[in-house]
Every structure is written in C-alpha cells, then in structure tokens.
C-alpha cells in the first residue's frame, strides 16, 4: 500500500464489521474487479478478523459495540483527510474511473466544502459553476452514508458514541437542516463516479442482490446469509424472525471461535473470474 502515490492525501474507508465477514470475498471481487488498481489505500473495518488480501488494510476495532464506535476507533488509525466512506453490502457494477474519483476531491477542495454525497444527483440547490456540484441546502436532498466522501475532521464531528448508521445519517441531515456549510452533491447531469447494486438490507439478501450474483456466476451462501420471503404477510414475517434468531446465535458463535484464535482470516472468492 505504500507504494501508491497518493497526491490527495485520500483513501478508501469500508466500514464494516465481522457479521458482515461473509460479504467481503463478494464485495471485494466486484470492487478490484471494476477498480483494479485503486488510487487510494483501502481500509476495511473490522472487529477481530482480516481479510487475506495484500491491496487490503483490515483495522481490527475489537468488540462490536456500535457502527459509529467501529468507525470512530478506525479512523484514529487512518492518517488520510479526504475519506470514501463505502458500506460492504454495496456491490460494484461498473467500472471506476480513478479521474473521476479524484476529480470529486479536487472540485470538493475548490469549495471548501466537507462532504460529498457522491451517489447522489439533482437539480435542487446552488450549482458550482464549472464544477459537477451542487450545494445541499435547508434539507433538499437527503445526505447519507451510502457512498460518501468526508473530510475526516468533518466525520469526526458527525459521529457520536453508540449510533447506529440510520442514526448517524439523521444527524448529518439534522446539522444540514440547521445550515450546516460545505455539503454538496452532484448535479443531474454528472456522469455515475460509481454505480453498484445494494445486496443485502440488515442481516438478509435483498432480491437484486442475488439476481446480480446469479447474473454474474456466483452462488451466495445463503445459510450464512438468508434470502427469505420479502412479503408482509403473517409467515413471510414468521421465517424472517426464525432467521434473525438463528443468525444471531451463529454469529455468536463465530464471535468466541474468533476470539479463541481460530478462523480469523477471511480468504478472497477463488475460481470466479
């Protein structure tokens, strides 16, 4: 990782914890896949465990007290100021253009801004003349946390002890809402910097998820990771609650076999082109 030159002082941050250990083979194949040489150092949150990857940072937190807990801990130990914050259940689909990407970060920069809703596009708000920007004003846009690009003094400011993700998104739209400076998006007509499929939502595999998987030849683990029936009706809710119980008494289990030294290692997806 120290061989990459990195002129904007950036990186790419995968919050995420050892619950989710079954998505990092799947995420990071798509990831290098449409990125195969990253401009930035990539850092993967965790709990315990690390991913077997030389073009991957793990940062292990310990226990997995919050999101934000594990985010907080993580960044005291990532010297970068320009932040990509990913989540792990975002699945890749396109390739990234590495310009692109730093381009967000120079036009960022240029405006003294904060944060980048950098999967996020409309025509609401001041636009940056000769800039793909857009300023997030009084709420017309919902800033979040699925792709974003912080200065990390700015995260460290969103972020409180003991917060979910949806609780740390409802105080970036609360400082937003309240004249929070800095905060932008990008204007309609900007070209995708990065397009992906959100496969899971909570513990479970959502359906475009597993049809992308399907699409592109991979098989998911689904006693790891569940695809239950999506309805609202009485048994769909009954099986999606006897998969939650079962998850959570796996992951249990995963947790002391992690912490007896045994499986720490999370391997990359093999045979899959």
Request: glycine share 6%.
């Amino acid at each position: 990782m120290s061989s990459i030159p990195n002129t904007q002082n950036a990186a790419t941050v995968i919050s995420s914890c050892d619950a989710y250990s079954d998505l990092w083979p799947i995420f990071f194949h798509f990831f290098f896949k449409h990125w195969g040489k990253p401009s930035f150092p990539v850092y993967l949150i965790t709990n315990h465990r690390h991913y077997k990857d030389p073009r991957v940072i793990s940062i292990p937190v310990g226990e997995d007290k919050s999101w934000s807990d594990n985010l907080i801990n993580a960044l005291k130990s990532i010297p970068e100021e320009n932040l990509f914050v990913w989540l792990d259940d975002f699945l890749v689909d396109r390739d990234i253009d590495s310009a692109a990407m730093t381009a967000c970060i120079e036009q960022l920069d240029q405006v003294g801004g904060k944060y980048l809703a950098v999967d996020q596009f409309g025509d609401l708000g001041a636009p940056v003349e000769n800039s793909w920007l857009r300023l997030i004003e009084g709420g017309n846009l919902r800033a979040g946390l699925n792709l974003s690009l912080w200065k990390k003094t700015f995260l460290n400011q969103v972020l409180e002890p003991a917060c979910s993700i949806w609780a740390a998104e409802s105080r970036l739209r609360k400082l937003n809402r309240e004249g929070e400076t800095g905060l932008y998006y990008l204007k309609t007509e900007t070209p995708k910097v990065v397009s992906y499929v959100e496969g899971v939502r909570g513990q479970f595999w959502k359906p475009q998820g597993i049809a992308y998987l399907r699409e592109q030849g991979i098989k998911a683990n689904l006693k790891r990771r569940p695809f239950p029936p999506q309805g609202n009706d009485f048994l769909s809710k009954f099986f999606r609650s006897c998969y939650k119980r079962r998850m959570k008494s796996q992951s249990a289990r995963e947790i002391r076999a992690a912490l007896e030294g045994k499986g720490l290692e999370v391997l990359p997806l093999q045979g899959v082109s």
